[in-house]
């Protein structure tokens, strides 16, 4: 890849890829099957996915980012209707954002928010039936419902009474898959990597994109198809039944000669089936239901203007995704601020084969979702550590341990001018203890390079809102320890030292962001100072289970300065 790809955009798209090879594999499999609410299935097992990975992965902004990739990643899907399941992804993925934001990474930000994705499907139903009906399938409704009423000798209005069962049925639905989401993270957590040897025996290879290798694409064609769309819509609303007859038949017979996806949206028997079942059921409402105002030869033709509609968007949408495929608008985003959008895309379809290979059967998944989806997302971690390990190959990570007041930060003061004789340059921060007899009053950085100090921690002086158990954390020593470490990211060195890695940055202060950017995005090595019973802690935090340790008590500076030169040489 050209541009070195951000960490959050790394575990995206891992989550996006996961998803998406979900709703690839058994999407295919529920579609072919005819399996009732096999939207809201799929809707269910990309919750779980995103709510179990966050508890591994907590940075924000990973849901609608994986919602991104697993929506353009539905493209590589057999179906050659996407852009329905594009939207709905994307907005559950929002979704879940929006409540985990508003209500924090807890059992109800992460329940309500899943009970939101799943009634979004209900929603986009609707809203797709108006889209492709226009306002007239509301009428229809309407008419048809109060038809029952009377039918029924019903006195309440029952207009609502169904959208509000199949809501409260839809966001149950969410609940249960948000409950398993939660049960898989915590078990995650507790138990973070699961062995799985996955084979690749998916049809992997079958997963093309809808469009042909040997297409001409056109931006003209792309403008024209939606000028097409939008004069279409003109001509049935403002010209005769057999100007905007003809001529939409005109432009749905030229989309189908140049675009495969229009015709076999034609050629689908779905399709027709609805085109007479909404043209007869329009008619009934329009004349029967609403008590004969309107004639039958007028129902009719109102049901057939509302199928000509919807046939303009389903088939204009279809031959819109092909021109959107055009190689020269790729190139136009990865010029833009997105341009880590086609990397992660990329990314993406490098590991859709792994993530293919383990998803389950869906009888298995059905028996067992927890242990299953428990397999499926340990392999994220792997997964990501893989990636790691390609794109810092070279770069190496130490870390100096030692008890609390053993000499971590005297040793590795000698340790940097050592390295330093033997021309390794080495640059960061050290953090000095400050003493008052025998008692530790606080703690101050030093900037290596320039020997400048700044007040960092202090017992009892209140200089910042934020504390470290006694200590209060100084603001400006904070902000320019933070400015130092992030100057590595594109600086070139030889190695970075921080000093005193612990509890603060465990728990995402202190050093926490610059170290995840100097991990990301430098490939200058690094060197940390850890507390011996911080350390396994430390390494599964930043997955750098391949760190070189070095003891204080154990390991003379000559020996610690020979290994680092060693393994950096090497």
């Given amino acids: ?65 994986a919602g991104l990739i697993c929506a353009l990643m539905k493209t590589l899907s057999p179906s050659a209707i996407i852009f329905g399941p594009m939207i709905a992804i994307f907005a559950e993925s929002l979704l879940l954002e929006l409540s985990v934001r508003l209500f924090g990474r807890s059992m109800a930000g992460f329940l309500i928010g899943a009970m939101l994705a799943m009634s ?57 898959a948000g409950v398993i989401g939660i049960i898989v993270g915590r078990k995650m957590v507790k138990q973070p990597y699961a062995e799985f040897e996955g084979s690749q025996d998916k049809p992997v290879m079958e997963l093309k994109k809808n469009s042909g290798d040997d297409f001409k694409y056109s931006i003209i064609w792309l403008f024209l198809d939606i000028t097409l769309m939008i004069c279409s819509f003109l001509l049935i609303y403002y010209t005769p039944w057999y100007v905007w007859s003809a001529a939409i038949t005109g432009i749905v017979v030229l989309w189908a000669l140049r675009y495969k996806r ?50 303009v968007i389903i088939v204009g949408f279809a031959v819109l995704g092909t021109e959107l495929y055009n190689p020269v608008i790729r190139d136009f985003f990865q010029k833009t601020a997105f341009k880590n959008l086609p990397l992660a895309l990329e990314l993406s379809v490098e590991s859709l084969p792994l993530f293919i290979s383990s998803i389950p059967d869906l009888k298995s998944l059905v028996r067992k979702p927890v242990s299953i989806f428990y397999r499926v997302i340990s392999q994220a971690d792997r997964r990501l550590s893989e990636i790691r390990d390609k794109n810092n190959r070279g770069r190496k990570i130490f870390i100096i341990s030692g008890a609390m007041g053993e000499g971590k930060t005297t040793f ?8 330093k004789e033997h021309n390794i340059q080495a640059e960061g921060l050290l953090s000095e203890r400050i003493m008052d007899g025998s008692k530790t009053t606080g703690y101050d950085i030093l900037d290596i390079m320039s020997g400048n100090k700044k007040v960092f921690l202090r017992e009892n002086e209140k200089c910042g809102d934020n504390t470290i158990g006694k200590f209060y954390i100084c603001n400006e020593g904070l902000e320019t320890g933070r400015k130092i470490l992030n100057s590595f990211i594109l600086k070139k060195t030889g190695i970075v030292i921080i000093d005193e890695v612990g509890q603060l940055e465990i728990r995402g202060g202190g050093w926490y962001d610059c170290l995840n950017e100097l991990l990301d995005k430098s490939q200058n090595h690094i060197l940390i100072t850890v507390r011996d019973k911080y350390v396994d802690e430390v390494k599964q935090k930043w997955n750098i289970p391949d760190a070189v340790i070095l003891n204080v008590a154990i390991t003379s500076l000559q020996e610690a300065g020979s290994i680092i030169l060693q393994a950096i040489r090497n």
């Fill in 412 to 419: 590795t003061r000698n340790l940097a001018k050592f390295l």
């Fill in 120 to 176: 979004w499907n209900l929603f986009q139903k609707i809203a797709n039936y108006i889209i492709y009906y226009g306002s007239n399938i509301i009428e229809v409704y309407n008419n048809l419902l109060k038809f029952a009423q009377r039918q029924l000798s019903i006195q309440t209005d029952i207009v609502w009474l169904p959208i509000i069962f199949l809501l409260v049925i839809f966001a149950l639905f969410g609940l249960l």
């Fill in 262 to 311: 229009a015709l076999r949206q034609l050629l689908r028997p779905k399709f027709w089936i609805f085109f007479v079942f909404i043209t007869l059921i329009t008619a009934f409402a329009f004349t029967v239901a609403k008590g004969g105002e309107i004639s039958w030869q007028q129902g009719l033709l109102t049901g057939i203007q509302m199928n000509f509609r919807a046939a």
């Fill in 1 to 65: 890849m050209k541009h070195k790809l951000s960490e959050k955009w790394i575990k995206a798209s891992i989550t996006g890829t996961i998803w998406a090879a979900s709703e690839i594999v058994l999407g295919s499999f529920l579609h072919n099957l005819r399996v009732p609410f096999s939207g809201n299935i799929l809707t269910a097992i990309g919750i779980i996915i995103l709510i179990s990975v966050s508890y591994i992965w907590r940075e924000r902004g990973i849901f609608w980012r």
